[in-house]
C-alpha cells in the first residue's frame, strides 16, 4: 500500500506559477498510474491530469490543458503537477492519487490510495 504527501500549494497572484509535489511511500511508486485532482469548496471533487506508469503518457482536463505539466520521478519516487498562467478558478484543495492501471485514467473511483491535499488558492 502506498501513502501520499502532497506539497508545494500556496497563495500565488492571477498569472502565477506553482509546482505541486506528491512524494510516495510505502509501495512500489512505478507500478503505479499516478493522477492530480482537485476540489473547490461547495463544488464536487475533479480530474486535472494523470500520467502512466513510466511517464511516458499524460492526459489533462480541458480546463488546464496548455498551463499545466504533470510529470513523475520514479527514481526519487514523486509526482509533479506544475501549474502555470494561474487563473482564480484554479483555486481548490488538490489531490493526488495512484491507481494500479498503467495507464492514465480521468476516473476517481480507478484510484485507489489518495494524499491529503495541498490548498493552493489564487488571488486576483
Known amino acids: 500500500q502506498v501513502q501520499l504527501v502532497e506539497s508545494g500549494g500556496g497563495l500565488v497572484q492571477v498569472g502565477g506559477s506553482l509546482r505541486l509535489s506528491c512524494a510516495a511511500s510505502g509501495g512500489a511508486f512505478s507500478t503505479y498510474a499516478m493522477g492530480w485532482f482537485r476540489q473547490a469548496p461547495e463544488k464536487e471533487r475533479e480530474y486535472v491530469a494523470s500520467i502512466s506508469r513510466s511517464g511516458t503518457f499524460m492526459t489533462y482536463a480541458d480546463a488546464v490543458k496548455g498551463r499545466f505539466t504533470i510529470s513523475r520521478d520514479n527514481a526519487k519516487n514523486i509526482l509533479y503537477l506544475e501549474m502555470n498562467k494561474l487563473k482564480p478558478e484554479d483555486t481548490a484543495v488538490y489531490f493526488c492519487?495512484?491507481?494500479?492501471?498503467?495507464?492514465?485514467?480521468?476516473?476517481?473511483?480507478?484510484?485507489?490510495?489518495w494524499g491529503q491535499g495541498t490548498q493552493v488558492t489564487v488571488s486576483s
Open positions: 492519487a495512484a491507481s494500479h492501471l498503467s495507464v492514465p485514467v480521468d476516473g476517481s473511483g480507478r484510484y485507489s490510495y
